[in-house]
C-alpha cells in the first residue's frame, strides 16, 4: 500500500510539473514580462518563480547512464617496434619507453612528474 502511494504521488507531481512547465513556456512566449503574465493569470509571482524553480530542477535530475569502455590495445603494433614487454608512454612531444617490470612506484612518480612538463 505504501508503495502505491508513493507511485501515486510521483504521478501527481510529474502531471504538477508538466502543467506548470507548460504555464512557464506561456509566459515566455506572450512576450510579456512575468510580472504582467502573473498578473493577467490570476497567479502570485512568487508561486510562479517557486514552480520555475521546481521545473528547472526536474530538468537537471536526470539519471545518468554510466558505461564501462573498454580499452583496445593492438599487439601488432608493439611487435612491429619489437616492444612486447614494454610500457610506452608518449604526450606533450615525449617519448619514454621502459620495460614491462617496472616498479608501479616508479611508474606512478615518472607520471606525476610528467604531470609538471
Known amino acids: 500500500m505504501e508503495k502505491d502511494n508513493e507511485i501515486i504521488s510521483t504521478i501527481k507531481e510529474d502531471v504538477k510539473l508538466q502543467k506548470w512547465n507548460e504555464e512557464i513556456r506561456s509566459c515566455t512566449e506572450s512576450g510579456m514580462t512575468v510580472q504582467e503574465w502573473c498578473s493577467n493569470n490570476g497567479i502570485n509571482i512568487k508561486t510562479y518563480y517557486y514552480h520555475l524553480r521546481k521545473v528547472r530542477e526536474s530538468m537537471c535530475i536526470r539519471p545518468v547512464k554510466q558505461s564501462v569502455v573498454p580499452l583496445m590495445t593492438t599487439d601488432?603494433?608493439?611487435?612491429?617496434?619489437g616492444n612486447n614487454n614494454n610500457i610506452v608512454i608518449t604526450g606533450?612531444?615525449?617519448?619514454?619507453?621502459l620495460p614491462a617490470c617496472v616498479n608501479s612506484d616508479v611508474l606512478i612518480q615518472l607520471v606525476k612528474e610528467l604531470k609538471t612538463c
Open 92 to 97: 606533450n612531444g615525449i617519448n619514454i619507453t
Open 76 to 81: 601488432t603494433e608493439n611487435q612491429s617496434e
